[in-house]
């Protein structure tokens, strides 16, 4: 069993049921995946991810892309939800990445701590980012990237933030050492529970339900 596998099965079997505005959840507090190259080859071999979507979805992000329709019009549907525009999301500060990536591939320095803060403004929101921040460190000329997420949604949003946070150490000219992503909330939905079961069963092509 892969190590995203793994966190599924442990919020199977260990966490705790919370209501919310978008219905019932099983979570647990304050987890923790660390992921080398080969757990995410072992992952990225064995779950079935949009590559493709979501390598243009996080283009799209960089460039500061807010039109729900720029989305659609690429095959990504899941913003549509949102209405026209995505106010104060993932744009907003992922457009800030590029520079930020130019800036560490032009110092590589080992002390400095180069973070992309994805915190809220005063701006109306129509899905502040679940991705709270991501921070990007230098160990022995290996590249260490730290994420943290307030809530993650273990089918449907998690393997995204997974593949995105793999995209952008591709973009650093280094070897990548790890990537460990901490989580304030991480849960699966109710009415995805029993999809979950099959998946980690080993059943092919299972769609989750999104929740908004």
Same mark, same amino acid.
């Given at each position: 069993?892969?190590?995203?596998?793994?966190?599924?099965?442990?919020?199977?079997?260990?966490?705790?049921?919370?209501?919310?505005?978008?219905?019932?959840?099983?979570?647990?507090?304050?987890?923790?995946?660390?992921?080398?190259?080969?757990?995410?080859?072992?992952?990225?071999?064995?779950?079935?991810?949009?590559?493709?979507?979501?390598?243009?979805?996080?283009?799209?992000?960089?460039?500061?892309?807010?039109?729900?329709?720029?989305?659609?019009?690429?095959?990504?549907?899941?913003?549509?939800?949102?209405?026209?525009?995505? #106010?104060?999301? $993932?744009?907003?500060?992922?457009? =800030?990445?590029?520079? %930020? *990536?130019?800036?560490?591939?032009?110092?590589?320095?080992?002390?400095?701590?180069?973070?992309?803060?994805?915190?809220?403004?005063?701006?109306?929101?129509?899905?502040?980012?679940?991705?709270?921040?991501?921070?990007?460190?230098?160990?022995?000329?290996?590249?260490?990237?730290?994420?943290?997420?307030?809530?993650?949604?273990?089918?449907?949003?998690?393997?995204?933030?997974?593949?995105?946070?793999?995209?952008?150490?591709?973009?650093?000219?280094?070897?990548?050492?790890?990537?460990?992503?901490?989580?304030?909330? #991480?849960?699966? $939905?109710?009415?995805?529970?029993? =999809?979950?079961?099959? %998946? *980690?069963?080993?059943?092919?092509?299972?769609?989750?339900?999104?929740?908004?």
């Amino acid at each position: 069993m892969n190590k995203y596998y793994s966190i599924l099965d442990k919020i199977l079997s260990s966490g705790k049921l919370q209501e919310n505005r978008k219905g019932t959840i099983k979570y647990l507090l304050n987890e923790q995946l660390a992921l080398t190259p080969a757990d995410l080859l072992d992952i990225f071999e064995g779950h079935n991810i949009a590559r493709k979507k979501l390598k243009t979805e996080l283009e799209l992000f960089m460039q500061g892309e807010r039109s729900v329709e720029k989305y659609r019009n690429v095959g990504i549907n899941w913003w549509d939800y949102c209405g026209s525009v995505l #106010v104060n999301s $993932y744009p907003t500060y992922l457009e =800030k990445l590029p520079p %930020l *990536i130019d800036k560490i591939n032009r110092e590589k320095r080992n002390s400095k701590n180069y973070v992309l803060f994805l915190g809220s403004t005063d701006a109306e929101s129509n899905q502040a980012p679940c991705l709270s921040l991501v921070q990007f460190q230098i160990d022995d000329g290996e590249l260490v990237v730290s994420a943290y997420q307030r809530s993650s949604d273990a089918n449907l949003g998690l393997p995204a933030d997974i593949y995105h946070l793999y995209l952008m150490s591709r973009q650093i000219d280094l070897p990548l050492k790890s990537i460990t992503l901490n989580f304030g909330n #991480v849960h699966i $939905y109710e009415n995805n529970i029993d =999809k979950t079961i099959s %998946l *980690i069963g080993g059943k092919d092509d299972v769609r989750f339900e999104l929740n908004v």
